[in-house]
């Protein structure tokens, strides 16, 4: 049966089409140098698009000593509370715990949790009360502060607080659905922290 397999393929194939491969089809047609012309002449003027890299500031090298202020950035959605504010420290409440933050911190990335955030210049305290956000910690003794809503404590009302708790525990026993729960329990969550921070 070898011999057999050999001696057929052995033979020539006659009447087998050729199919040409891709390097033996025809070169393409030279540009047309009249075309490439006009064109150059009619082509839109339009510069790169930019991006938000191109609209922000380089950060300053990260020093050889440690600084003794830390520079801070602390920006909501729709305001800018510190820009560029140098303080001593700052503590923000991650989901983590607490972190204090001082110049020549490491690099550090932490999620927020609602609590308080105290930042701290000389003897002078300033609290604020965050539902939520990120904390970006730069090596070189800059803290950019995000968060999605903020409010300095001395502005906030114990009794709506105190009102919301209620509604929010009474919505949490009532409800039937998981998304139901699960906005009762985030309404809970924040209501306790803002007491917490209000009372402690």
Same mark, same amino acid.
């Given at each position: 049966? !070898?011999?057999? #397999?050999?001696?057929? !393929?052995?033979?020539?194939?006659?009447? #087998?089409?050729?199919?040409?491969? $891709? &390097?033996?089809?025809? +070169?393409?047609?030279? +540009?047309?140098?009249?075309? @490439?012309?006009?064109?150059?002449?009619?082509?839109? @003027?339009?510069?790169?698009?930019?991006?938000?890299?191109?609209?922000?500031?380089?950060?300053?090298? &990260?020093?050889?000593?440690?600084?003794?202020?830390?520079?801070?950035?602390?920006?909501?959605?729709? +305001?800018?509370?510190?820009?560029?504010?140098?303080?001593?420290?700052?503590?923000?409440?991650?989901?983590?715990?607490? @972190? *204090?933050?001082?110049?020549?911190?490491?690099?550090?990335?932490?999620? !927020?949790?609602?609590?308080?955030?105290?930042?701290?210049? *000389?003897?002078?305290?300033?609290?604020?009360?965050?539902? $939520?956000?990120?904390?970006?910690?730069?090596?070189?003794? %800059?803290?950019?502060?995000? #968060?999605?809503? +903020?409010?300095? =404590?001395?502005?906030?009302?114990?009794?709506?607080?105190?009102?919301?708790?209620?509604? %929010?525990?009474?919505? =949490?026993?009532?409800?039937?659905?998981?998304?139901?729960?699960?906005?009762?329990?985030?309404?809970?969550?924040?209501? $306790? #922290? =803002? @007491?917490?921070? =209000?009372?402690?």
């Amino acid at each position: 049966m !070898l011999r057999r #397999a050999s001696r057929l !393929l052995g033979r020539p194939i006659l009447g #087998a089409r050729v199919r040409p491969f $891709s &390097t033996d089809l025809p +070169a393409a047609p030279a +540009a047309d140098a009249t075309f @490439n012309e006009a064109w150059k002449k009619v082509i839109p @003027n339009m510069d790169p698009p930019k991006t938000p890299l191109s609209f922000m500031q380089p950060r300053p090298p &990260t020093p050889a000593s440690i600084p003794s202020k830390l520079t801070v950035n602390f920006v909501l959605p729709y +305001a800018s509370e510190l820009a560029s504010k140098e303080v001593d420290m700052v503590i923000v409440p991650a989901t983590t715990g607490q @972190n *204090g933050v001082l110049p020549g911190h490491v690099a550090t990335i932490a999620e !927020l949790k609602p609590g308080v955030l105290s930042v701290h210049e *000389g003897s002078e305290v300033t609290k604020y009360f965050v539902s $939520s956000g990120f904390v970006f910690i730069h090596a070189n003794s %800059f803290a950019d502060i995000i #968060a999605v809503e +903020a409010m300095p =404590l001395d502005r906030i009302d114990a009794s709506l607080v105190q009102k919301g708790l209620a509604e %929010f525990t009474q919505k =949490l026993s009532s409800a039937t659905t998981d998304l139901e729960k699960a906005e009762a329990q985030i309404g809970i969550d924040v209501h $306790s #922290a =803002l @007491n917490s921070a =209000l009372t402690g």
